[in-house]
């Protein structure tokens, strides 16, 4: 009747090579029961078939994030293990089938093996081809019972076994703060591996280590020179093993991939193949010996972010352009990369471009993710490439699909093929970190239906490691991208370890005074960034420092990222707080409500560079940044001081810091008072008296409870004025339909969601967009393009607001324990239906209106309670686990 399943270790199912020493166990129950609740549950830990812990039964409803309570975890060993729960009707599962994790090397000394690198002498400021590595070993002849390789590298590598490519996971090690967290991953073998002579193969690339990265096109950030770190353990049915390492036995040569670069792409010469170079019997008396050096082991970690995998893939038509161009157009915009078979004689070569739009003209282009000739210049970067060169061998049919790079991209202009293109030649492949999608949504307004997948698929295409503003001309970790997409981030994907993982990058990062940096990973602590180390410590962006860890909690109940971030959370509000304190002379010159209350100024941020709201439509983003150098943004900086400040005080009161709760607490209702104060001016205004300033009163939580409602009819009464289109820019944009619909204006809210003359959500789908645009008016109502992004998810973050206000999924307490069914219906919508996958188990809830009936249909997973509201208002349901049925009258309303 009750059973567990879905068992798992650090949100992975039987991860390999973890480092945690106390990793956290989590459970699903299912059952045929309603109503239930686990009263108790019972793990077993063992090793070798030594029990390790033994929890005994413990009295508890706790079904996710039980820490290992054991003897103390070793090195390289797996352990299983198994739970059986107790629930509320009595009924005691039986033992959940078994499931494992096995620790990777925990200790400095675990790590026998070498540094090992592959280039000589080289001209940092050129381009290097990649080097292949290899290395010849002899296994005994003994039966192999189980091996296991840890590797990671300096720029990109892809391992191969005897001649088998083990590239599931891509871009290995990914995207981390190098110097202080380097990721190993774990492999393995135990199948790849044979008696007698065998081979391991790596190809290493420029990737983010050396490679261009950032707006600016920055290269050797983190390093000029590539290097590999490999230690394999082979195990024997008899106990013995083996332990094969990165050393001076290893041999190199450079072959085919002449290039590749995360945004230029790949030059690959298929003549200069170097046949069977990572299987046995060939012959590498040409090759060169490697160097082996000193980079210790302090930074490397054990892989805790989710892997990048392939996933969807695409099939395009073949267009003419007006200018007569062979184009591929794809279905979808996508971060990914093109794979092809195809045959032309030897020697010849073609080039594909990959660009997100066409322009004007129909006409294939890369302009819109170009900054043009005077900022170029001014900045001294290069174009976006974005290509693939390939040269065939000729003969049979030859297969490319690059190894390092992706690119963002529905379009694929194809130059220098001699024959007939054919489309289904190419397929186009989209990847991103392996999260499970868990939000599902469709309604009956198709126009809505779309907006979510383009949100959704702008997730995809900007979820590649970190989470990046765009994957094509950035392609960085921009902290305020992440933080203002966070919550509907987390409603489509399971983003908890993904999330966690660039947090500690961030803790990494943040600079001694507290600074949180622009970009995470940060370019700017390794080279003079010179322009993004200047926006550092901007409001909104850093402050992802307070929102992201507090927004993981609040999704999935992680407490342990929460207590890791917290010190950072805190160095961040504490830097504020002193910068407050000094007061901008600009400040003086202008006319203060604070006029005789000099102190007060210390609670006024007027200083430092800050984006301010940022890409409001109609403003130019050249001059709102050169402006935000220039002036100070008090108003903007202050709310996110105190909306910082609160945020640290209720981690602290999660974290039970009383102290800090007490201290932070107050801190942050001075500030409000002050901003409230200095801010909202007598006749009711925020200056400068935009859809943003109101939003952000109320959704920071400014203003007292009776301000608020003055200030959401000020709020409606400009975007009735606006005519119902969006006037704000990054950091409102996530909140604005939540204000409106929280305050009593959600037919107001429908209606600007749904408009969809420019600026709105819905206008890109008027113009066939398939992914978020970065502003609003990408393309224009004539079809010109203007320079933005076609893949930012920034003002995808209204998506939260389909979930938790149209189909009314919200959490009631952290990780959706409890669990609150809030459907608002309006906008003429007819039905909708959402579904979100918790760690409990899917949460559902569909509703529909027939016949001026509304009927509503939910689902609550085992272990968790709901709240549910009909939207006539007249009930509040209580209910436990199970599916229901509910309907009232919608005349009532
Ligand atoms: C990026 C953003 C980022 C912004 C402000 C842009 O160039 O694409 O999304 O947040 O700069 O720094």
């Known amino acids: 009747m009750i059973s567990v399943v879905a068992l798992r270790c650090e949100y992975f199912s039987n991860p390999i090579g973890i480092d945690f020493a106390s990793p956290r166990l989590m459970w699903r129950i299912q059952s045929d029961q309603e109503n239930v609740m686990q009263t108790a549950y019972h793990i077993i830990a063992e090793c070798n078939s030594q029990t390790v812990w033994d929890s005994g ?39 959940s089938a078994s499931a494992s994790w096995e620790i990777g090397l925990l200790n400095k000394e675990d790590w026998t093996t070498r540094w090992i690198e592959p280039e000589e002498e080289i001209n940092p400021d050129e381009r290097q081809p990649c080097p292949y590595l290899r290395r010849k070993f002899e296994l005994a002849d003994k039966e192999i019972t189980e091996a296991r390789a840890y590797v990671t590298s300096h720029g990109l590598y892809a391992l191969s076994i005897n001649g088998n490519m083990l590239d599931e996971n891509l871009l290995t090690p990914g995207f981390t703060s190098y110097h202080k967290r380097l990721q190993y991953q774990t492999y393995d073998l135990s199948n790849q591996l044979k008696n007698g002579e065998n081979v391991i193969g790596v190809i290493l690339a420029d990737g983010w280590w050396r490679g261009k990265t950032g707006g600016l096109s920055l290269k050797n950030v983190y390093g000029e020179r590539l290097a590999l770190l490999c230690q394999l353990h082979v195990l024997y049915s008899d106990g013995s093993e083996d332990v094969i390492i990165s050393d001076e036995n290893w041999k190199t ?75 591929l157009e794809f279905p979808q915009n996508i971060a990914g990369r093109i794979r092809f078979t195809l045959q032309a004689p030897e020697g010849t070569t073609i080039k594909l471009t990959h660009g997100e739009t066409l322009d004007k003209q129909g006409n294939f282009t890369l302009n819109n ?20 060169i390939y040269t065939f061998k000729g003969g049979a049919p030859e297969t490319y699909e690059t190894l390092f790079t992706f690119q963002g991209f529905r379009y694929v202009k194809i130059e220098g093929y001699p024959g007939e293109i054919n489309p289904e030649n190419f397929t186009a492949i989209a990847i991103y970190s392996d999260m499970r999608v868990t939000g599902d949504f469709d309604c009956s307004n198709a126009m809505l239906n779309k907006l979510h997948s383009n949100i959704l698929w702008s997730t995809k295409g900007n979820f590649v490691d970190v989470p990046m503003d765009c994957p094509t001309r950035e392609r960085s970790g921009y902290t305020g991208d992440g933080q203002v997409f966070a919550r509907t981030g987390a409603f489509l994907m399971e983003t908890a370890s993904f999330y966690s993982k660039w947090l500690l990058d961030m803790a990494a990062d943040q600079r001694e005074n507290g600074i949180v940096p622009t970009v995470i990973p940060d370019p700017g602590a390794h080279v003079e960034a010179g322009m993004l180390d200047l926006t550092a410590g901007s409001v909104g962006w850093a402050d992802a420092v307070t929102i992201i860890p507090m927004t993981v909690y609040e999704v999935f109940a992680d407490k342990q990222i929460l207590e890791q971030l917290y010190p950072n959370m805190k160095r961040w509000v504490d830097y504020i707080e002193n910068r407050a304190k000094q007061t901008h002379w600009s400040s003086r010159l202008k006319p203060s409500n604070m006029a005789g209350m000099p102190e007060h100024h210390s609670y006024i941020w007027d200083s430092d560079f800050h984006f301010g709201e940022w890409s409001e439509p109609d403003k130019n983003y050249v001059i709102e940044l050169l402006s935000s150098l220039v002036f100070p943004r008090p108003m903007v900086a202050t709310a996110y001081y105190a909306y ?63 301000a608020k409602i003055a200030i959401a009819r000020k709020l409606v009464d400009k975007v009735r004025e606006d005519n119902y289109h969006i006037a704000t820019g990054f950091l409102s944009t996530p909140f604005i339909c939540h204000v409106l619909s929280d ?91 959402a579904s979100y996958e918790s760690l409990y188990g899917r949460i559902t809830s569909s509703w529909q209106i027939e016949d001026n009936i509304f009927s509503l249909d939910v689902t609550i997973p085992p272990n968790t309670r709901a709240k549910i509201h009909l939207p006539d208002g007249t009930k509040v349901i209580e209910v436990g686990s199970g599916d229901y049925q509910y309907s009232c009258d919608w005349n009532t309303r």
């Open 57 to 95: 039964k413990v009295e508890s409803d706790q079904s996710i994030h039980i820490s290992y309570d054991g003897s103390p975890l070793e090195s390289r060993k797996r352990y299983t293990w198994r739970v059986k729960v107790w629930d509320n009707t009595g009924s005691e599962s039986e033992w």
């Open 253 to 327: 040569k450079t072959g085919a991939l002449l290039l590749s670069d995360m945004k230029d792409g790949d030059i690959y010469d298929a003549r200069l193949e170097m046949n069977g170079w990572n299987s046995s019997g060939f012959d590498d008396s040409n090759w060169n010996p490697v160097t082996v050096v000193n980079h210790g082991y302090d930074n490397l970690v054990a892989q805790t972010g989710v892997p990048i995998h392939r996933h969807e893939t695409f099939k395009g038509k073949l267009i003419k352009t007006p200018s007569g161009e062979t184009v």
């Open 369 to 388: 993710l170009n900054p043009g000739k005077i900022v170029s210049t001014m900045f001294n970067t290069e174009d976006l490439k974005q290509e693939i």
């Open 644 to 706: 910082s400040c609160q945020l640290l005080a209720d981690a602290a009161g999660i974290l039970g810091y009383d102290e800090d709760f007490q201290y932070y607490g107050s801190l942050a209702s001075r500030i409000k008072e002050i901003w409230t104060k200095e801010f909202l001016k007598k006749d009711g205004k925020i200056p400068p008296d935009t859809q943003a300033a109101y939003v952000r009163a109320i959704a920071l939580d400014l203003v007292p409870a009776d």
């Open 743 to 833: 305050y009593g204006y959600l037919e107001d809210a429908y209606r600007l969601l749904l408009q969809e003359e420019r600026p709105s959500w819905l206008y890109p789908i008027t113009k066939g967009a398939t992914t978020m645009w970065e502003f609003w008016d990408a393309i224009k109502e004539d079809n010109s393009i203007r320079m933005s992004s076609h893949n930012h998810y920034s003002p995808g973050s209204i998506g939260s607001w389909l979930y938790e206000v149209v189909a009314g999924i919200r959490p009631g307490s952290p990780g959706y324990k409890n669990i609150i069914i809030q459907p608002q219906p309006g906008g003429g919508l007819t039905y909708a239906r």
